[in-house]
């Protein structure tokens, strides 16, 4: 796989890395969704000097979620537990934000996907105050999937992370 996945905001301020796992996880679910929106949360962390966000799973839509073909609204069903064994277990993860799948070769944030994420942004319960978002799309014969990523420093605010080119591929942990 050429894709890059390391990314970065043009002001050099937030980076963004996706674990190949992560990546398998949200290109099986968007297989499966087919004309319909999908997504769920993801889980990682922060590097020690809190440079860069590192996604480790993309986990797929929780049972209460409900979908249309230009709508998703993600469930809560299980996260609770789920979320409290990551943060017990060894490597300790936790919420970083949410993924969507769109079906569409052009990919964009919905206006309910921003007040969605300047809400999670905001909201103490989260303990996520730059939550990230990543859109994947469809992909068109025999190219890859479009994928765009986010992040929500403020409420109100996003910024747009760029590829990184140059780089050899997924990172394995
Ligand atoms: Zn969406």
Redesign the pocket.
Known sequence: MSRSHHWITPCGGYALRLTAASWQQMDRECGRAEAL?T?GILVGHYTTDESTAVVAEALPPPKDSTRGRSW?RRGVAGLRGLLAKRWESQVRTYYVGEW?Y?PASIVE??G??LVQMYGISADPRYRCREPIML?VGQARDGDERPVRAFVFPQPEGHLEFEQRRGDAGPVSK
């Open positions: 929106e997504g998703f969507h769109h944030p919905s309910d996907d859109i």
